[in-house]
């Protein structure tokens, strides 16, 4: 007896201590529930209560679908930013939103063709596209390149700009003091102040001529002079660096007061307009013109 109640004695103090299970059979526990001990040391079953789902591990793959590994409660995820989100069982869709102008979202870059173009409205253009693109449109005009210096608008000279009161728009005013005579005789030319006011000649032997030159880029096409009689008006194309004798061929032939339409005159560098105004008598007077331009 002693033996076995030394044994016995043995078997209390293990399982005082520790708990020892020895073939145990493998097995499922049933869903919803945990081992544990309670309060007094007792095993007990405990049954899991339900929770939220604090965090959720998503990968997605090149579908842009994204898939719940495990777990039984439900979560939401929200879209937006360019991303639309959808939910059904456990499988997160995710799906990029089409860029516009009023929402992000993905988009394509454009093509050099499409972006000379210039019609496309979905795709995007980045500043090396925008280059080529420009580069190579017909829509946009060039009209030459500066090499040096530092460029300062269209200015071509003062006297020429719309600001000078030479030049207005697309014509070029001749002003009284713009005339001058010829060798033919020895009085002046003048400008009657009086009632029957403008330039005049003092002797019927003289003409009256004024001299335009013609703006950098530009061509002349018409020459108006206005006056009290309408003397025959000629208009020639001369050069500064040549001798001109008046009797060559003119670029137009007409009378005052009436809109001569001469042979165009590209502006070069050495050359200008030559009109004159034949005047018969002292009484006749010349009150100015325009010369009209256009661009070559």
């Given amino acids: 007896m002693k ?4 044994h016995i004695w043995d078997f209390i103090s293990r399982f005082r201590n520790d708990i020892y299970l020895e073939n ?3 097995g499922t526990i049933a869903s919803g529930g945990n081992l544990g001990l309670d309060s007094n040391n007792k095993i007990v079953k405990a049954t899991a209560a339900d929770g939220d789902i604090t965090a959720v591990r998503l990968t997605a793959d090149d579908s ?3 898939t719940q590994s495990s777990g039984s409660a439900d979560f939401t995820i929200a879209g937006g930013g360019g991303i639309d989100t959808s939910i059904a069982d456990f499988t997160v869709t995710i799906t990029p ?14 093509t050099t063709a499409e972006t000379t173009t210039g019609t496309d ?22 009209l030459g390149t500066i090499t040096t210096g530092t460029w300062q608008g269209t200015k071509i000279t003062d006297i020429y700009t719309n600001s000078s009161g030479k030049r207005y728009g697309n014509t070029i005013k001749i002003l009284p003091s713009d005339f001058m005579i010829n060798e033919d005789a020895a009085s002046p030319l003048s400008f009657k102040d009086g009632g029957n006011s403008g330039v005049h000649i003092n002797d019927t032997a003289n003409e009256a001529l004024a001299f335009v030159t013609i703006p950098e880029g530009m061509k002349a096409t018409h020459v108006d002079v206005y006056a009290t009689h309408n003397r025959t008006l000629k208009v020639w ?8 004798d008046f009797t060559s061929t003119t670029k137009g032939t007409g009378n005052c007061n009436t809109q001569l ?3 165009d005159v590209n502006a070069t560098a050495t050359n200008y307009l030559a009109i004159q105004v034949a005047l018969s008598a002292t009484t006749q007077r ?11």
């Fill in 237 to 244: 194309e001369v050069d500064l660096n040549a001798s001109f």
């Fill in 286 to 296: 010349i009150w100015g013109g325009i010369v009209t331009v256009a661009a070559q």
């Fill in 24 to 26: 145990i059979s493998s």
């Fill in 64 to 66: 842009n679908t994204a």
């Fill in 121 to 142: 409205t979905v795709r995007a253009v980045t500043p090396d596209g925008l280059k080529d693109g420009y580069q190579g449109s017909t829509n946009v005009t060039t």
């Fill in 97 to 110: 939103t089409t860029a516009s102008t009023s929402a992000r979202g993905i988009v394509e870059l454009a």
């Fill in 261 to 263: 339409d001469i042979t």
């Fill in 3 to 6: 033996w076995i109640g030394q």
